[in-house]
């Protein structure tokens, strides 16, 4: 199993823990240097707050915990392509590099929806561009987003 797959596999763990928790599947997992540094996972029901996706929840604990503000030296794995909001925040926050399972566009496809590029289309149009790796582990993504959607809605 490569680092990629290692830290991935903890980020879908976690998505299915949201699921667990009353939330929907989706995870994350902050890196630096090879170690993980922070996790968080989708809490938009518990918290009551319809912006606490797993990487804008994960970036509000991890910067209000440390007072660093900028992960240029980071990586984010992401059990799923960020949406558009948080791609926007991983751009303020000068992340180093993405990677995700699942890509929105996959996601769509479960949903009935057509879904987007989303993370392209903001790092491509912003003053900072992340590296992005994607489809890590897509098909365990998908699996975790698959058994959820099948019996919800999303948000």
Same mark, same amino acid.
């Given at each position: ?17 949201? /699921? ?8 994350? /997992?902050? /890196?630096?240097?090879?170690?993980? $540094?922070?996790?968080? *996972?989708?809490?938009?029901? %518990? ?6 996706? !797993? *990487?804008?929840? &994960? #970036?509000?604990?991890?910067?209000? *915990?440390?007072?660093?503000?900028? &992960?240029?030296? =980071?990586? #984010? =794995?992401s059990s799923c ?8 925040? #991983? $751009? ?7 990677? =995700?399972?699942?890509?929105?566009t996959d996601l ?5 929806? %057509? ?18 790796? !994607?489809?890590? #582990?897509?098909? *365990?993504?998908?699996? $975790?987003?698959?058994? =959820? ?7």
């Amino acid at each position: 199993m490569t680092q990629d797959e290692q830290f991935m596999a903890e980020a879908i763990r976690l998505s299915a823990l949201a /699921v667990e928790h009353g939330n929907e599947p989706f995870g994350a /997992v902050l /890196v630096k240097d090879g170690e993980i $540094v922070y996790t968080n *996972e989708n809490q938009i029901y %518990t918290a009551a707050d319809p912006t606490f996706h !797993a *990487e804008a929840g &994960l #970036l509000r604990r991890f910067f209000a *915990e440390t007072h660093i503000t900028d &992960l240029s030296g =980071y990586t #984010l =794995y992401s059990s799923c392509e960020p949406c558009f909001m948080c791609s926007g925040a #991983l $751009v303020w926050a000068k992340l180093g590099r993405l990677v =995700y399972g699942a890509s929105d566009t996959d996601l769509g496809a479960l949903l009935g929806e %057509t879904g987007s590029a989303c993370s392209d289309m903001v790092f491509r149009n912003s003053p900072h561009r992340p590296a992005v790796t !994607a489809g890590v #582990l897509r098909e *365990e993504s998908l699996e $975790v987003l698959r058994a =959820y959607f099948e019996n919800h809605q999303k948000g």
